[in-house]
């Protein structure tokens, strides 16, 4: 029997974020020849990363498997690594073929992010660089952010569907988180229809964001969206038949659990009703996992900005299933992790441990009102969170 452990694997970077001290409404930031006055920059780990690094906030340090190069980036992210307490177990590969990756991270206050990013030895990981000792301590891998790394996606996903196939096979649970592709990069340009039709029957538990699983699933939709408010606020123009479309959609491929990341919106909660679907090995009874529908709202935090929040929602979620917690409770867990993510300009440093999380939801933490209409739903009190009208379980 495995233990509960989680390895992290795949995408990660070096985050350099700046401070600003300032931000006038209406200012243009990037524009050619300017110069924009910002405080002093922070160095922190990026990519799938950040997941690993919340885990060990919430004090289950998880593993991390990933690549750098041989470059003063590779130094940082060490140095970065080492210093987290409890520090997560590392398992780098060091490739000479290409750099490190890094971000630079533009996040004024109150603004959406602007990265600016070298993907790097990120574009040769591959099913290889898992290493077995890794996929045996693992009960959980989680891989994060294959829509950034070139060999995961070209060739309509085969090294994605290699990685998981490679997990599978060491009898550990599938995990898989995206981010949104670039729409005029070659991951932007790749057929996402096709390669989740090739790879979410591997995919055990699938955590993308709204505008994500639009943009690769419905992409007509998405553009025309987009077009017609702004892409930033796509998920607030959601309803819930399109979410039971997109999220049904994925079941029917093949994926047992969603974790859908709908911003300052919440996480729906979305599972398979298939017994033959469940994944033994995630230690979770199906009486109480099979045929979920659960929206959990955010909770109401001192805002500073948004990076990292998503990784935290499913760091959050990750980790009360590897607990062995209600959905009703591992929903609420996730949203609270990523509201305390919003508290600091980095992804993780606002992140505390379980018991300063859960005790600040036990006192009443106030939620933010959904602004998607959720006809049929109700409200359960208890719980903190919406159920849909077809939920299958009343657990708390």
Not at 168 to 179: K, L, N, Q, Y
Not at 243 to 260: M, N, P, V
Not at 363 to 386: C, N, S
Request: some cysteine; charged content about 25%; aromatic content about 8%.
């Amino acid at each position: 029997m495995k233990s509960a452990s989680i390895v992290i694997a795949g995408h990660l970077c070096l985050d350099i974020i700046p401070t600003f001290t300032e931000t006038k409404t209406g200012e243009r930031l990037i524009e050619f020849g300017k110069l924009l006055d910002v405080g002093p920059a922070s160095f922190s780990i990026g990519g799938v990363a950040n997941t690993a690094v919340d885990l060990c906030r919430l004090h289950q340090p998880p593993g991390l498997v990933a690549l750098v190069g041989q470059d003063a980036w590779a130094g940082l992210l060490r140095e970065r690594l080492h210093a987290i307490e409890p520090a997560p177990r590392l398992w780098l590969g060091v490739r000479d073929d290409a750099p490190s990756s890094y971000s630079i991270v533009i996040s004024p206050p109150g603004e959406d992010r602007i990265f600016f990013h070298c993907r790097g030895v990120n574009d040769v990981f591959s099913a290889d660089d898992l290493p077995d000792e890794a996929l045996r301590a693992a009960r959980i891998v989680h891989v994060g952010y294959p829509t950034l790394m070139a060999g995961m996606y070209r060739d309509t996903g085969a090294g994605l569907e290699a990685v998981l196939r490679r997990i599978r096979a060491a009898g550990c649970v599938t995990s898989v988180d995206p981010s949104r592709p670039d729409p005029e990069s070659e991951s932007g340009r790749a057929d996402w229809a096709a390669i989740l039709e090739r790879t979410l029957p591997l995919t055990d538990f699938f955590h993308p964001s709204f505008e994500e699983l639009l943009f690769m699933l419905e992409r007509d939709t998405y553009e025309r969206m987009a077009r017609e408010g702004g892409e930033g606020e796509l998920v607030h123009r959601a309803t819930p038949e399109l979410l039971d479309r997109l999220t049904g959609a994925l079941l029917d491929l093949g994926c047992a659990l969603i974790g859908l990341k709908l911003g300052d919106q919440g996480l729906y909660l979305r599972t398979t009703s298939d017994p033959a679907r469940w994944p033994e090995t995630a230690g979770l009874d199906p009486a109480h996992w099979l045929g979920r529908r659960l929206w959990a709202p955010c909770f109401a935090s001192t805002f500073v900005g948004t990076t990292g929040s998503g990784d935290a929602t499913i760091a959050g979620l990750l980790g009360a299933i590897a607990e062995g917690r209600s959905p009703e409770a591992a929903v609420r867990d996730a949203v609270a992790v990523g509201a305390f993510s919003t508290e600091a300009a980095d992804a993780s440093s606002g992140i505390r441990d379980w018991a300063t999380i859960r005790g600040r939801v036990a006192e009443g933490w106030k939620r933010r009102p959904v602004q998607i209409a959720l006809d049929g739903w109700a409200w359960d009190e208890a719980a903190g969170l919406w159920r849909a009208p077809d939920d299958a379980g009343t657990d708390i």
